[in-house]
């Protein structure tokens, strides 16, 4: 529907509506990228590092918002335990850092699987890891509906979380801090800009393949999973596998940028796990606006904004964080992205 | 392995088992009869603790501080429920799942500010604390005792009021056809304001209970809450039935496994590794329990909803 204005013939008459519409919602998110990305790169060289950390950590954020609105938005699966994939992901990168640091090997039977401080390996050990725990969850998940769904995802999530917290290995509650910077070859990862230009790439190919998928033949079945399962069964797809795939790469992701994470605080705790933050992720897609391809960078934006700008005022700011997103749930249904450039869906 | 050992940790593991009940019954009869996922519930469970342990402070009496405690929970779920929640029964779960975790930022974050970050303290009475000998010489706390008689006769009272009352009538009307008890002239917005309040006053009841044998502190209601959903998930959403035999399961099982699986794999391990392994393993007994349920049957095992 996007396309609507496009099709046209130049020169000939377009309806004014849909005209204007379509600019303000181009250029909202491109404002909103634009400032992402020039913002910290003048922060840097004013010397405010701590701004360009906290653009990484708006960027990592919305990263793994934009895997869970996979799920949730587009294919209408309410995963409430998303922190697992997160979590996982960061304690890839740790784990592995861990043992690349003191040089033991992280299993020596039956393959010997040594430790690695590279990017490269940890980000697809990270992603494949988190693919695989989300096919054996997803693949028990899926075959409940509605309230056990979410229920269900959740209860997985907390099974993680706690074994995190009692496997004393790693830390246990206490954590794993992670004694080196991970690197990638040729790029000073340890740089606060090279790190967020990372985070920032990742960001905009989670967000290119997800709309790349949507765009799809997949995509089009996923939606029509959430819309009407039985009509696309009927049209000879079978829902489940689509959902299971789709929930699997929406699981990747986040992992992704879970082990991002990891490395930004060069550290790594059960707190990633806990299903506050699974909340909290889905806080972030409702506050975007669910299914909305920026919504997931809009609602990371407004969700760390008002944590650091409340956060310094009061330090019950989450108080303040229930109402807004109280408000927002009861009153403004479409999240800001639905606020600032208007409806897309037609729901 | 003793067999002393295995009575106190069977009467541990009912004991965390009616507690259970108490949260998830008013859990499950929420969905049951209004479709509702109520992510807030643990905060009633908060909001009793806290009123009990105020209250108790201040008259002495530990009965008077429960009385208090659960009537707060009861009026903080009356009032929620007319404010917030009435408008969300048409909504999708996921606003539901929303508005209710907000709702749990607002009652955590409030309750610090009024009380503090540092735990109250609330006791049981001494009438309540001291120990009784049971068959094969086990010493057991009376306290604990009497809360397995307290979830005992809260189950058996709300099988009568299902059952037998006129509000059970409707309560169980209101899971099988909401539209038409509606036709029929019931209430249905008081009916759901008084189901609200009784599921949040038990909730409050079980918090004030756990909260003198542990402690009465900002986020206790967490926990429980989630424990609270592997219940009902295992015993089938909507089921009072189920919530009880889902919640004597988790109790039982969690309780052993947290025991009994570091000793098993004590007997093949070096003892440091053994604990290790054993709690890791024990904590996620239940959720695996879940995952094996589910697996076979996929709405529970007892469900109202087909």
New interface residues.
């Given amino acids: 529907m996007i396309n609507t204005t496009s099709q046209r013939a130049p020169g000939a008459v377009k309806a004014p509506g849909t005209e204007r519409h379509f600019d303000r919602k181009g250029l909202v998110q491109m404002t909103l990228l634009g400032l992402l990305l020039i913002l910290p790169v003048v922060a840097y060289f004013l010397g405010h590092l701590y701004y360009v950390n906290l653009a990484s950590r708006i960027t990592i954020i919305a990263m793994a918002a934009v895997g869970l609105n996979l799920a949730i938005g587009y294919g209408g699966m309410v995963s409430f335990g998303h922190a697992a994939y997160f979590g996982l992901g960061g304690y890839v990168a740790g784990i592995s850092a861990y043992h690349a640091f003191d040089f033991t090997p992280f299993m020596s039977w039956p393959i010997s699987v040594p430790g690695s401080d590279n990017l490269l390996v940890i980000w697809l050990a990270a992603a494949l890891l988190c693919a695989l725990l989300a096919l054996v969850i997803g693949a028990i998940s899926l075959r409940t509906t509605g309230v056990y769904f979410i229920m269900i995802t959740l209860a997985f999530a907390q099974m993680i979380y706690y074994f995190a917290n009692s496997w004393p290995t790693y830390g246990g509650e206490d954590g794993l801090p992670i004694y080196i910077r991970n690197t990638l070859p040729l790029l000073d990862t340890g740089n606060a800009l090279t790190y967020f230009l990372i985070c920032f790439i990742g960001l905009i190919l989670a967000m290119a393949l997800t709309s790349r998928l949507m765009k799809s033949r997949f995509g089009a079945a996923l939606t029509m999973a959430r819309l009407n399962d039985v009509r696309l069964a009927t049209s000879g797809i079978s829902p489940y596998p689509i959902r299971l795939v789709a929930f699997v790469i929406s699981a990747a992701i986040t992992g992704l940028a879970g082990a991002l994470y990891a490395d930004l605080n060069g550290f790594v705790s059960p707190t990633v796990l806990s299903w506050h933050f699974s909340g909290e992720l889905m806080v972030i897609v409702i506050l975007g606006g669910v299914g909305r391809l920026y919504g997931p960078l809009a609602g990371a934006v407004l969700f760390v904004m008002m944590e650091t700008l409340l956060g310094g005022i009061t330090q019950y700011w989450q108080l303040f964080l229930g109402l807004v997103l109280l408000g927002v749930v009861l009153f403004a249904q479409h999240g800001v992205m639905g606020l600032l450039a208007g409806r897309e869906r037609n729901e | 392995m003793s067999v002393t050992l295995l009575i106190e940790q069977l009467l541990n593991g009912v004991q965390l088992g009616t507690m259970l009940f108490l949260m998830a019954s008013g859990l499950t009869l929420v ?1 049951g009869v209004m479709g509702l ?1 109520n992510l807030a519930h643990g905060s009633f469970y908060m909001v009793g603790a806290y009123a009990t342990a105020a209250v108790t402070a201040s008259t002495g009496s530990f009965l008077t501080g429960l009385a208090a405690g659960m009537a707060a929970a009861a009026v903080a779920g009356a009032l929620v429920e007319l404010i ?1 929640i009435r ?1 969300l029964y048409h909504r999708p ?3 539901q ?3 209710t ?6 009652f ?3 309750t ?2 009024i009380f503090g970050s540092s735990p109250l303290r609330l006791s049981p009475p001494s009438w309540l604390t001291g120990f009784v000998t049971l068959p094969g010489n086990t010493r057991y706390p009376i306290y604990r005792l009497v809360l397995i008689g307290v979830g005992i006769v809260i189950a058996i009272a709300l099988y009568v009021l299902i059952s037998r009352t006129r509000l059970g009538m409707r309560i169980r009307a209101g899971e099988s056809d909401r539209e038409m008890i509606g036709a029929l002239g019931v209430n249905i917005s008081k009916l759901y304001t008084v189901v609200f309040a009784l599921g949040a006053g038990l909730a409050g009841l079980a918090g004030a209970l756990v909260g003198a044998l542990q402690s009465v502190q900002v986020g206790m209601g ?1 926990p429980v809450l ?1 424990l609270a ?2 219940v ?2 295992i015993g089938g ?1 909507g089921s009072i039935k189920g919530a009880l035999l889902g919640a004597l399961l988790v109790g039982v099982v969690d309780t052993l496994g947290r025991v009994y699986l570091p000793i098993f794999f004590r007997a093949f391990m070096p003892p440091s590794e053994a604990s ?1 392994v054993g ?2 393993l ?3 007994l239940i ?2 329990l ?2 094996i349920i ?2 076979f049957k ?3 095992l007892f469900s109202a909803h087909d």
């Fill in positions: 969905f996922i917030v408008r779960h996921l606003d799942v929303l508005a975790f907000a709702l749990i930022l607002i955590s974050e409030g610090r500010w967490e989630i959903f592997v009902i998930v959403i290790g709690a890791a024990a904590a996620m959720y695996i879940m995952a589910l697996a996929p709405k529970g």
